[in-house]
């Protein structure tokens, strides 16, 4: 969808002409008779402001509906509670260290199998697939390593099976990607991060590819209720006016800020997907619209949590903290932050090495923020280790 799409995909207010969207900050509506009303009846069901936010969302990723739900792990959540106990979910391995924590503690509880593989290579998906898989669940690019993985191909293993494939769109955005046209079922997006944008909100959204699963979405909302508030959804709605020009400014900083670190003597990897020496930058390429995303992982040749804490720490436009996605650049140390959840084993299989350190790039000038990394690196002396082969 182009920016302009975009910016006049959002309605002004009929009623009056305000060009902005209304935030009808109300529990419930006046009916003329029972039952007799104008679409709305009560805000756990519908907010006229949150319809505004809803239909922009669908429009964005090319779905049926689209739901909004106070956070991204109450919208993921959302999408579990299709599945009853003895069902499957094939998972992709490094998934959302929040969503891995709600997978194991919450719903393997219940019942529900989940099997985790690496979805990059489509065979491990083809293989871990049986008669039980109800649904495969990939984020694409993921967090914090930035893998890729071919949704087309994942959705075609995904029909064979009669499951239905979810995909966590968080890190692309729908300016990259939009997996609904690559045959996905569902896709979740944390709002938090490039769709809010301005780190001043937790939102979380489920768009929906066809009326069967917007019926299930939508049942799901008003029986649970954890809706996102009519304030939260103007907030997310205005944050989408400039979603176009701050992810592209996002994608051009991070290609900079990756192209610097591999320069660099004291880091040891850099993942980036628009990197040609990403392991997935030809898939990333064709599925992702030649936008590779605002997020840039790196580890250090000093692979130990205290080198990365020295780093993370001297830092001055890029701030210390959890989240992505927003103006201001940031960044984090997964192991000891968003990923610290994840026992350090499987931490470590999905290539989250104890020196990771994540960069979420703002619309900053790149110049300032590459100037900003390399102090870092000066007043850290954050060098290769004396005997590190
Ligand atoms: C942040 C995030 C979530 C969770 O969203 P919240 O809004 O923090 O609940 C889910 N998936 C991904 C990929 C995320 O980055």
Redesign the pocket.
């Known amino acids: 969808m182009s920016a302009t799409k975009i910016i006049h995909s959002i309605p002004s207010d009929p009623l009056t002409g305000a060009i902005s969207v209304p935030v009808y900050q109300t529990s419930t509506f006046i009916q003329e008779a029972p039952g007799v009303n104008k679409g709305y009846d009560y805000a756990r069901s519908n907010n006229p402001t949150r319809k505004v936010l809803e239909d922009v969302v669908a429009q964005l990723e090319g779905g049926d509906n689209a739901f909004a739900f106070a956070?991204?792990?109450?919208?993921?959540d959302s999408v579990l509670k299709l599945l009853s106990a003895g069902d499957e979910i094939v998972a992709v391995d490094d998934i959302?260290g929040?969503?891995y924590r709600l997978f194991t503690h919450v719903y393997e509880i219940l019942g529900v199998e989940i099997k985790y593989v690496d979805t990059t290579n489509v065979e491990n998906v083809a293989n871990a697939v049986s008669t039980k898989t109800k649904c495969i669940w990939i984020?694409s690019p993921?967090?914090p390593t930035l893998k890729v993985s071919d949704i087309r191909a994942i959705s075609k293993i995904a029909k064979s099976v009669h499951a239905f494939l979810v995909v966590?769109n968080?890190?692309a955005s729908p300016i990259a990607q939009q997996p609904l046209n690559l045959g996905a079922d569902i896709v979740?997006h944390?709002?938090?991060?490039y769709i809010g944008g301005h780190s001043d909100l937790?939102?979380?959204l489920v768009v929906t590819k066809d009326k069967v699963f917007s019926e299930k979405i939508k049942f799901v909302q008003n029986a649970s209720g954890g809706i996102l508030g009519p304030w939260d959804c103007f907030l997310t709605i205005r944050g989408i006016e400039t979603l176009d020009i701050r992810y592209r400014k996002q994608c051009e900083n991070a290609q900079k800020v990756a192209e610097f670190l591999v320069q660099n003597d004291a880091v040891s990897e850099v993942y980036f997907p628009g990197l040609p020496t990403h392991k997935n930058h030809k898939i990333a390429k064709q599925q992702q619209s030649g936008l590779f995303g605002g997020i840039v992982s790196f580890s250090l040749k000093n692979d130990t949590v205290d080198a990365a804490n020295a780093f993370v720490t001297a830092t001055n436009y890029f701030k210390l903290a959890e989240?992505?996605g927003g103006v201001k650049s940031l960044l984090c140390h997964p192991p000891q932050m968003t990923h610290a959840s994840v026992p350090r084993e499987k931490r470590i299989q999905a290539g989250i090495k104890d020196s990771l350190i994540r960069l979420s790039c703002g619309i900053e000038n790149a110049d300032d923020l590459v100037q900003d990394l390399a102090q870092a690196f000066k007043i850290t002396e954050v060098s290769p280790a004396p005997f590190a082969s």
């Not at 956070?71 to 993921?76: M, P």
């Not at 944390?190 to 991060?193: E, F, Q």
Request: glycine share 16%.
């Open positions: 956070t991204g792990l109450a919208a993921i959302y929040g969503a984020e993921t967090n966590d968080t890190f979740i944390s709002g938090t991060k937790v939102a979380g989240s992505l």
